[in-house]
């Protein structure tokens, strides 16, 4: 069983920044990538940022140019540095783990950008 650990939310203003990250633990493997959703309320979870286990990254087109996604496979910990928030960011960000067909999730942390 994996363990999937998030910190780093809160509220911010708008144009602020924001450090997410994701520590996993537990039975892991072989780790085929990593990455966040982030569900608002009445919205799907969307996908936000992904990191393949070679370094090749996705990203929303909402978010490029603004997050960046980074991992330490030695860890196993994926961050996601957040710049030049929007209200529309406003969101739970959901960490994941993809291993050998199975996605493993974290609890949520709420990321609010309000003034």
């Known amino acids: 069983q994996v363990q999937l650990v998030e910190s780093g939310g809160g509220l911010v203003q708008p144009g602020g920044s924001l450090s997410l990250s994701c520590a996993a633990s537990?039975?892991?493997?072989?780790?085929?990538?990593m990455g966040w959703y982030r569900q608002a309320p009445g919205d799907q979870r969307e996908l936000v940022a992904n990191?393949?286990?070679?370094?090749?990254?996705n990203y929303a087109d909402s978010v490029k140019g603004r997050f960046t996604i980074s991992r330490d496979n030695a860890k196993n910990t994926v961050n996601l540095q957040m710049n030049s928030l929007k209200p529309e960011d406003t969101a739970v960000y959901f960490c994941?783990?993809?291993?050998?067909?199975?996605?493993?999730w974290g609890q949520g942390t709420q990321v609010t950008v309000s003034s």
């Open positions: 537990g039975s892991i493997f072989t780790i085929n990538a």
């Open positions: 990191i393949h286990t070679g370094g090749t990254t």
């Open positions: 994941f783990l993809y291993e050998l067909g199975k996605f493993s």
